[in-house]
């Protein structure tokens, strides 16, 4: 297409048409479709803000920032995307448990709610029996059985379903941010049995900060914000032919519960972790169920390498 019948852009507001024009050509209809979208609205915040030339370059600083410091141990582009809830709005609508309009309908009754996926996730946890504990090592804290089943969307038990589980220790720290930590502690994934039922053991999860030592630390301390989440069990529950569920199932009673810095708790995802005396001493349980919906077995890249 020429472009040599576009007018020239004479105003702030007449670059967009331009810009959408020129982006037209796109053949991939979805890139077409997020790119004109994505403009459009980046230019009508620019305007209605005012962004300074200052602000501008501030704002590519933090992109190159983030970018930067992205690496083995820690990635700052999810934090971010995080840290403004973009992350939490992408698992909710894209899982039909969250909202009741459209096809998703008929099968959001049954569905759990799906959680931010976070940057601590690793591949291939150690593969373990029901029953196991995956406090590794030296780990303290207050013993922790967790069961559940898992169902499909006709509520019906879904044997032989993995339950990929991960979670910060009691001092608030996962095994990759932390030397003192055996590797993979407090990681594991179990199948769920023929009544679909899944079982493990580990210790208490407490809240922990997200990372504050980067570019994201610098935003929340300008915004006047805490940096600690809740304690949580992060969960990933798998099997062929459901879309896999990436979740967290939240403390009750946390401190944080309602101002989580990344905006991930919602009702239905806050346990009950029941503490009862058992010998003399501290014991708690959760029992926690989950509802996959059909649709393709497709796993996130871990977000740290
Ligand atoms: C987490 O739940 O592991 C997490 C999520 C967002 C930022 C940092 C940590
Ligand atoms: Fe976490």
Redesign the pocket.
């Known amino acids: 297409m020429s472009t040599s019948n576009i007018p020239l852009p004479t105003t702030p507001e007449s670059i967009l048409p331009l810009v959408i024009r020129t982006m037209s050509r796109t053949p991939d209809p979805r890139l077409r479709e997020l790119m004109a979208s994505l403009t459009s609205h980046l230019h009508a915040f620019i305007l209605e803000t005012e962004v300074t030339e200052a602000e501008f370059e501030r704002a590519v600083k933090f992109l190159i920032d983030i970018g930067q410091a992205t690496g083995e141990k820690t990635n700052e582009v999810?934090?971010a995307a995080?840290?403004l809830g973009v992350?939490s709005l992408v698992a909710l609508l894209n899982n039909p448990a969250n909202h009741s309009h459209g096809e998703a309908h008929a099968q959001a009754e049954a569905a759990s709610h799906a959680a931010?996926?976070?940057?601590?996730?690793r591949a291939n946890a150690p593969i373990c029996q029901a029953g196991d504990n995956i406090a590794r090592g030296n780990t303290q804290g207050i013993p922790l059985e967790v069961s559940g089943v898992v169902y499909d969307k006709q509520g019906r038990p879904l044997a032989d379903a993995t339950v990929d589980v991960w979670h910060?220790s009691p001092v608030g720290m996962?095994e990759n941010q932390d030397d003192t930590q055996e590797n993979m502690n407090l990681r594991g994934r179990f199948k769920t049995d023929a009544k679909g039922a899944y079982f493990f053991k580990t210790v208490r999860p407490a809240g922990?900060p997200?990372?504050t030592n980067g570019p994201c630390g610098d935003l929340l301390r300008a915004q006047v914000r805490h940096p600690n989440?809740p304690a949580?069990l992060?969960f990933m529950v798998s099997t062929p032919g459901h879309k896999v569920l990436i979740t967290?199932v939240f403390a009750d009673g946390d401190e944080n519960l309602t101002s989580d810095?990344?905006f991930?708790v919602t009702a239905a995802l806050v346990g009950n972790f029941e503490v009862r005396m058992v010998d003399g001493k501290q014991q708690a349980f959760l029992t926690h169920d989950f509802h996959l919906i059909e649709g393709e077995m497709t796993f996130p890249h871990p977000p740290i390498p």
């Open positions: 999810i934090l995080d840290l992350s931010l996926l976070g940057p601590f996730w910060a996962y922990y997200v990372p989440r949580h992060h967290q810095p990344v991930g």
